[in-house]
């Protein structure tokens, strides 16, 4: 049904170290019950070890960021996570107006002059996937309006499951 290919690209491991960069690794091992050397190793693609699932959402439940599933779902061609748990139909103006500014973002790091270093790179593919989510957040509240966001969510739900029975 679908053809996921992996790509050639270090998507997954610039993601790690985005992660790394942005959040206090002392702090966040202790939450997550490692030490901060096992988690500065297994988030550095140049070590062996790697974060396994159950960590990799424990991390993102701490911190609430989706950098290192974003990579994941880059590593195989796919668009970045949108997380609905916390959809409101009355926030449809917030996501428009985030979206926005995340485009914009964008629009000036085309036109900018320079180098495109692994850190811009980096920074234009997070305002990318920011925008998406915004975006894909303000088609769901516009949906949910008429029909409720518990309907909403139940039905997006029971689409997930039954698709996921179809392929087994």
Known sequence: MFDYQVSKQAHYEEACRRFATK??????????GMSAQVLRNKLNPDQPH???VE???????????????DGMLAQLHCQPCVPI????????AAYVLNATSEIGKVAAEAVA????TAARRG?????????IRYMTLAGLAIQSRGR???????????TSRRAMFRLQ
């Open 23 to 32: 959040h206090n690794i002392k702090q966040l091992s202790a939450d997550a």
């Open 50 to 52: 790697r974060l396994t």
């Open 55 to 69: 960590e990799l959402l424990t991390l993102t439940d701490l911190t609430e960021d989706p950098t290192l599933i």
């Open 85 to 92: 748990n916390e959809l409101s139909s009355g926030k449809v």
């Open 113 to 116: 002059d320079g180098a495109m």
């Open 123 to 131: 920074a234009i593919r997070e305002s990318v996937n920011a925008g």
């Open 148 to 158: 409720g966001y518990r309907r909403v969510y139940r039905a997006g739900v029971g």
